[in-house]
């Protein structure tokens, strides 16, 4: 397995991946109805997009096919005091706990830290398994907060390294 940074033509690739894995993370989350109606050419577009605008984005690749992606950036938030976001890891169901999120976790991190970030913070769904694979890092529980997706209520955690290179010496 391969990480490199993405590009214009991996947005089909990456699309398919962020659709595909919603359905299946988030099938006991999010209404049924709404993740049938995600549309993999419609994030096509949105990730050329955030390729071709220079966004820190990397994909996993094994066998030629790409199975996951993480992106990150500027914090989107001005409430807490992480200057850096880890925005997603998304990975195909079947390519999950083999090592390409913690592959993908610290290219971001890295890449954040070659970018003068200091710290990382990262939303999570309540409930998402994900969870446990963030927490295998030792973030601090930062926030929680109440989102809305399709007309249902939910809860998501943040979590947040105050230090990169604490993030970076458990990534080696």
Known sequence: MKIRNATVD???????VHVNSWKSTYQQLIPEDYLNALDIQVREARWKKFIQAGNTIFVAVDQGEIIGF?????????????DGELYAIYLLEEAQRK?????????????????????????VLNGNPAAHFYQSFHPF???????????????ESAFGWPDLEDLITICT
């Not at 976790?105 to 990382?120: D, G, I, N, P, T």
Request: charged share 30%; hydrophobic share 35%.
């Open 10 to 16: 991996d947005a089909l690739a990456i699309a398919t």
């Open 70 to 82: 993480a992106n990150g950036g500027k914090n989107r938030s001005t409430s807490y005091h992480y």
């Open 99 to 123: 090592g390409a999120g913690k592959k993908l976790l610290c290219s971001v991190a890295k890449e954040l830290r070659k970018e003068s970030y200091q710290s990382m913070l990262v939303w």
């Open 141 to 155: 529980k930062v926030a929680e907060k109440e989102t809305e997706i399709a007309g249902k209520k939910l809860l």
